[in-house]
DNA sequence: CCTTGTTTCTGACGCGACGTCAGTTTAGTA
DNA sequence: TACTAAACTGACGTCGCGTCAGAAACAAGG
């Protein structure tokens, strides 16, 4: 485990003796899945894996979470924040928006590069589970609804072709989604140096055009 | 089931008694999975699931499968002949590169819209079985290595700019493959129609301009 | 310190799906 | 019809799941 870049993700690491029992062992049993999915995938994933680093039985577990699909659905949770969070200045700043997605894809590359593996997880349990696919294509309609209105704004200013805007969107968040997935969500992981560049390079010249792909601005002449 | 252009997925349609009857057996069963494929997800395919229809005992299925991932395997064959089939104009031919690119997206949608489902259970199956897994991302990589060679060979000829062709292509090609599953993978499908556009928007504005989505050619100038 | 009630935990159970194997049935051949 | 090889089957052991009745730990009141 030499690979760089790594910040550990931990649910809840105040152990405050306050916050009811519950509660903490619940993340302590996140954390072992965080700790197990970080170098196996979903499928090897059981009940008594989850809980033997834990110290806990089997049965525990299921005080907590119904399935092993309901753990996944806690870690999306976390997972879903910091993904918004990073995806958020193309979506709701205002600006050029040419060097605001640079800032968006690189920061969601960044955060996909971290929990890579987590994420391959979380995408993995959505195919085996019909209640939680639902959930995980919610999280990925979220952004298809955020991309198409950004899209739709920016064509009322003239920046934006006049395109489709809701299927545009709909494929270029499975790109991110599935090319982020494929090249960080196993180890080794890809480099995300080209991998940032590809799809800054296929968002940009999809929607603002080639010429914008040199100039860090360019678009919004003021 | 009244959805249109569903020309059903056959194995060996010849009842020739010559054929040796393990072959035939193999091929009931393999239309048996396509069958139930179609309608539900590969989680719910089971052995006896599979074989209830065939009228054949369970124990008979190992005869022909090593397990469900080795049938799926079989399936994946005959899948990728029809997808390679389907590409083969931009990644072959010689010509304007836009217009063949045009033409193998359109197929390729079309063929992912006949065998939507089906191609998604193979993208599931992928993800609960490391064997599988290998075979399936063999595929995906295959397209990596032609649709990499495509541009390159293209740049050369100054139809394509200067860019990293490999972390282009593999992210373009998870692009199609992740967009057309989401799309066609489960009932209803979406309609086809801005789904071939976004694609072939996003693939040509890329790596051709934006200024070569008019016209059907204009870069190769004769 | 000892009850008492609640929270947390556990061993053991039945279930469904898997993959195997010894042995039976079927089909082709002489 | 008899024989042989191919095709098939019932039954078994294994594994992981999810449940449940009851044990253990813990907190509070007497």
Redesign the pocket.
């Known amino acids: 485990m030499s690979e760089s870049g790594y910040s550990p993700l931990r649910i809840t690491p105040s152990p405050v003796p306050q916050v009811?029992?519950?509660e903490r062992?619940k993340a302590v049993i996140l954390n072992a899945a965080i700790e197990f999915l970080w170098t196996r995938p979903f499928r090897d994933?059981?009940?008594?894996e989850v809980m033997h680093p834990t110290?806990?039985?089997?049965?525990?577990f299921?005080?907590?979470f119904?399935?092993?699909h309901a753990l996944m659905q806690a870690l999306q949770d976390v997972i879903q924040d910091e993904i918004f969070a990073a995806a958020g200045p193309w979506i709701e700043e205002v600006g050029d928006p040419v060097p605001l997605m640079r800032e968006a894809i690189d920061r969601l590359v960044r955060v996909c590069y971290d929990r890579g593996p987590l994420i391959r997880a979380l995408s993995d349990a959505a195919t085996t589970d019909a209640v939680f696919e639902q959930a995980w294509s919610g999280f990925l309609q979220a952004f298809d609804d955020a991309a198409t209105a950004r899209i739709e704004e920016d064509q009322r200013q003239g920046l934006i072709p006049d395109l489709d805007a809701r299927p545009v969107a709909f494929a270029l968040n499975r790109l991110d989604a599935s090319t982020l997935i494929a090249a960080f969500g196993q180890h080794p992981r890809l480099d995300p140096e080209p991998v940032r560049e590809s799809l800054a390079r296929i968002w940009i010249s999809t929607l603002y055009g080639t010429e914008c792909l040199d100039s860090d601005s360019g678009l919004v002449r003021t």
Chains 1, 2 share one sequence.
């Open positions: 009811p029992k519950a062992t994933l059981t009940v008594a110290g806990l039985s089997r049965a525990a299921y005080q907590y119904r399935d092993l």
